[in-house]
């Protein structure tokens, strides 16, 4: 293997950790990468130790974890305070209109897959619903039948709203689709 061809691979590998939301497997890795599982798990084990400055590099503010039957990129705990600083003060700022939009999606139809929130807003929800967990504004609530991720309104979201109960927001639920409706578009879009 050329070192040109083996730092494509380790970009590629690079690429798939980075939109990942969850531990991705070695498997799911080798087969978008179109390398066998040995060579991921060595390229892997290259991207842990470079990370980590274990091979004479330096200390980055990313780990390569190994967790959950998958790999995932964390942010290095030796670095958590500058992280919870730049949290906590962007937790002050407003939210933006994508992600306003995204948490009225998840307050009026609760629980919502991504997908779901996906196909009413037409666009890629991740780092907005990213956002909101980060916020605390809301929280994954269990799994759909098809094993997808349900989030809805968290007890701070109520609080930020100064509402008691999810009864109390404004009558918006009947201009949104069905759940059945976002199911379809969801299917379609796969």
Do not use: C, W
Not at 106 to 119: F, G, H, K, L, M
Not at 134 to 162: D, I, K, W
Request: net charge negative; aromatic share 6%; no cysteine.
């Amino acid at each position: 293997m050329t070192s040109n061809s083996r730092d494509r691979q380790l970009a590629a590998i690079e690429a798939l950790l980075l939109v990942a939301n969850q531990p991705i497997p070695i498997e799911d890795i080798a087969r978008a990468t179109g390398l066998n599982m040995a060579q991921v798990r060595h390229l892997l084990e290259e991207l842990t130790d470079e990370y980590s400055g274990r091979n004479g590099g330096r200390e980055h503010g990313f780990q390569l974890r190994e967790i959950a039957g998958g790999f995932r990129l964390y942010t290095n705990p030796e670095y958590s305070d500058v992280v919870t600083e730049f949290v906590v003060a962007d937790a002050g700022s407003k939210l933006s209109g994508p992600a306003l939009e995204t948490l009225a999606i998840i307050a009026y139809r609760q629980p919502v897959t991504r997908a779901q929130i996906a196909a009413i807003r037409g666009v890629n929800v991740d780092s907005v619903v990213r956002t909101l967990l980060t916020r605390g504004l809301v929280s994954e609530t269990g799994a759909s039948t098809t094993g997808a991720t349900m989030y809805g309104t968290t007890q701070y979201f109520l609080e930020s709203m100064g509402i008691n109960s999810l009864e109390e927001l404004a009558p918006l639920a009947p201009y949104l689709p069905e759940v059945s409706e976002m199911d379809e578009v969801v299917k379609e879009l796969q």
